[in-house]
Nanobody, 123 residues
Framework: QVQLVESGGGLVQAGGSLRLSCAAS????????MGWFRQAPGKEREFVAR????????YYANSVKGRFPISRDNAKNTVYLQMNSLKPEDTAVYFC????????????????WGQGTQVTVSS
């Protein structure tokens, strides 16, 4: 069982930065690949980024590639999403998720989810 708690969301102007954190409860954190997803009002949940168990492999949605690096600190059981050059279209609730089946971008592949953190980017 994995419990995930996101933090770091907020209101920021376009062009600004935020860093999201996701703290995991599992002592077996290193056995899970992690992902970030987002959901805007009226839209489906979409993939943002994922990182392998060791952190050696990452993958990004085209919309955030080069702006939102994902990282993890396995000693702290935490995964991060550094959000740079934010745009109004990045406004959404951001969720972190864990999976024991790495290599997928679909939400259904992730069995554990946090409660989400709101990110609002003003123009």
């Amino acid at each position: 069982q994995v419990q995930l708690v996101e933090s770091g969301g907020g209101l920021v102007q376009a062009g600004g930065s935020l860093r999201l954190s996701c703290a995991a409860s599992a002592r077996t954190f290193t056995t899970y690949a992690m992902g970030w997803f987002r959901q805007a009002p009226g839209k489906e949940r979409e993939f943002v980024a994922r990182i392998s168990e060791s952190g050696s492999s990452t993958y990004y949605a085209n919309s955030v590639k080069g702006r939102f690096p994902i990282s993890r600190d396995n000693a702290k059981n935490t995964v991060y999403l550094q959000m740079n050059s934010l745009k109004p279209e990045d406004t959404a609730v951001y969720f972190c998720a864990a999976t024991s089946v790495p290599g997928f971008q679909t939400p259904s592949a992730y069995g554990y989810w946090g409660q989400g953190t709101q990110v609002t980017v003003s123009s």
